[in-house]
């Protein structure tokens, strides 16, 4: 299984976290606000050798500041923060598994739906040919039984259309053969499919799948 490329990877696989770090230094005593910012500060991430502007380069910003005088100048508290990216990868070959699998369900998510689309196309325009031409012989429902032929949903599809085929020949002869001639000669394979797939529609439920499955495939 070939490898999706690192650059994919790389720019939407990668988590980019943003980490907070803060730290607290402080200056006690000192006389001139005017030098407290190039002053080293204590604690923290200072311990006396960064003052404020040291730690700005380092990226860290002032989040907080405390200034209290004192008798002898004043006392200076700065919150630093400093915002971090942590990366975190994953295992390349599980994040390929896991995306060609997303493409795996949705294609068949669009199969499913276009076979949908096909199926509901198919019963539509059978619908208005099976009333315009069968219904008065073979009922609303398609269950009517026609002089000696089976009631139309007890067929399946190469059943129908192998009878019509043979009506249109004129190698069925029985029964009421002579008013399906016409009928038979009127139709063409896209006619039967979709008439078909609307008588069908009317079967219960758990005996459409197959022979839906074989109009569809057929119809491709």
């Not at 994919?8 to 407290?36: D, P, V």
């Not at 019509?164 to 038979?184: C, H, I, K, N, T």
Request: aromatic fraction near 8%.
């Amino acid at each position: 299984m070939k490898l999706l490329p690192s650059l994919i990877f790389t720019s939407i696989l990668t988590l980019s976290l943003a980490h907070a770090q803060t730290t607290m230094c402080f200056k006690e005593n000192h006389k001139s606000i005017s030098t407290i910012e190039t002053t080293s500060l204590n604690g923290g991430e200072c311990q006396n050798q960064k003052s404020v502007q040291d730690m700005k380069k380092e990226g860290w910003s002032v989040a907080d500041i405390d200034i209290s005088k004192t008798e002898n100048g004043s006392n200076y508290i700065y919150i630093f923060k400093k915002e971090e990216l942590v990366l975190s990868s994953v295992n390349e070959k599980a994040l390929e598994e896991k995306i060609l699998q997303r493409l795996e369900e949705r294609k068949t998510l669009e199969l499913a739906t276009k076979k949908k689309e096909v199926k509901m196309r198919m019963s539509k325009d059978g619908k208005k040919l099976y009333i315009n031409k069968c219904q008065s012989c073979h009922g609303e429902n398609a269950n009517e039984i026609y002089g000696t032929s089976r009631a139309l949903t007890e067929l399946n599809f190469f059943d129908f259309k192998t009878t019509l085929r043979d009506y249109g020949l004129g190698e069925y002869d029985r029964g009421q053969a002579f008013v399906m001639l016409p009928y038979a000669n009127l139709m063409d394979s896209r006619d039967v499919k979709n008439v078909y797939s609307y008588i069908n529609s009317l079967k219960p439920k758990e005996n459409q799948k197959d022979t839906q499955k074989e109009i569809i495939e057929e119809a491709k």
